[in-house]
């Protein structure tokens, strides 16, 4: 199995930042993308930023230019830093990761539990 633990969300006040982290651990074969999915009370949950395994990054039209994903393969760890917070970012922030835990495997996505962004005055 994958366990995927998030930290760094808490409370900001608009136009401040966060940095959230998530790392991957467990009996990983490879990691083929990581990424941060989020949810508002009362919203469908919707994909904020994602990296796969040759770097390449995806945001969400939303958080472009003010949200920056990297990823440190050696650590299994991802990490969003979030400028320039908006109340409508409040949500809960999912990360997630497609896996295989071995050579024969077909890749999975496994979730980690969830940390709360709220960004408020």
């Known amino acids: 199995q994958v366990q995927l633990v998030e930290s760094g969300g808490g409370l900001v006040q608009p136009g401040g930042s966060l940095r959230l982290s998530c790392a991957a651990s467990g009996s990983i074969f490879s990691i083929y993308a990581m990424g941060w999915y989020r949810q508002a009370p009362g919203k469908e949950r919707e994909l904020v930023a994602a990296?796969?395994?040759?770097?390449?990054?995806n945001y969400a039209d939303s958080v472009k230019g003010r949200f920056t994903i990297s990823r440190d393969n050696a650590k299994n760890t991802i990490y969003v830093q979030m400028n320039s917070l908006k109340p409508e970012d409040t949500a809960v922030y999912y990360c997630?990761?497609?896996?295989?835990?071995?050579?024969?495997?077909?890749?999975?996505?496994?979730w980690g539990k969830g940390t709360l962004v709220t960004v408020s005055t």
């Open positions: 990296t796969g395994s040759g770097g390449s990054t």
């Open positions: 997630y990761a497609v896996a295989t835990l071995t050579p024969q495997n077909r890749p999975m996505t496994y």
